[in-house]
C-alpha cells in the first residue's frame, strides 16, 4: 500500500465555492472536479503547503486569501490500477474577496458552485465529506 500525505484547500467567496477541473496531465484522477490540492513533503507544515498550492494552481497570493479553519485529518483509501493508496487528507478553508483567478497546468476548468450542489460533480474520492468535516461547526 502506498501512503500519501496531501492538503486540500476549499476556498470560498460570497457563500460560493471553487471547484477546479483537473486535466490529463496530472498522474490521477484526470477529469475529476476537486479542491486545490497537493501533496505534502516531509520538510513542510501542511499550512504551509496549502499555500503554496493555492498560490500554484490559482494564482492567489498569501494577501488575497483569509484562513478560516483548519479541519481534522481524514484518511481515505483507493484503488489505482494494481494497488492501494491510502491518502492522508489536511483539509483547510479559506475565504477570499476575488474571482478571478489564474489556473496552471493541473485543471482546466474551474467553477463557483453553491455548496449543496458539489454532490451533483464527478469529484476525486470523498471530495464532498472532507468539505463537510471542515465546515461543520465553522
Not at 483548519?70 to 483509501?77: A, E, K, P, Q, S
Not at 489556473?103 to 471530495?127: A, C, D, G, H, M
Request: with cysteine.
Amino acid at each position: 500500500m502506498k501512503k500519501l500525505n496531501v492538503v486540500t484547500s476549499f476556498i470560498i467567496n460570497s457563500g460560493e465555492l471553487l471547484i477546479l477541473k483537473r486535466s490529463n496531465k496530472v498522474s490521477s484522477m484526470c477529469g475529476l472536479w476537486s479542491a486545490i490540492s497537493g501533496r505534502l513533503e516531509q520538510h513542510e507544515t501542511p499550512i504551509t503547503r496549502a499555500k503554496q498550492e493555492i498560490w500554484e494552481e490559482i494564482g492567489l497570493a498569501n494577501d488575497q486569501i483569509k484562513l478560516l479553519k483548519i479541519g481534522t485529518v481524514t484518511n481515505i483509501y483507493n484503488r489505482d490500477d494494481d494497488y492501494i493508496r491510502s491518502w492522508s487528507i489536511h483539509p483547510f478553508l479559506f475565504q477570499t474577496n476575488t474571482k478571478k483567478i489564474k489556473l496552471n497546468w493541473e485543471n482546466f476548468s474551474y467553477l463557483w458552485i453553491f455548496p449543496n450542489s458539489l454532490t451533483k460533480f464527478r469529484t476525486v474520492p470523498q471530495l464532498h465529506q472532507i468539505f463537510m468535516s471542515v465546515i461543520h461547526h465553522f
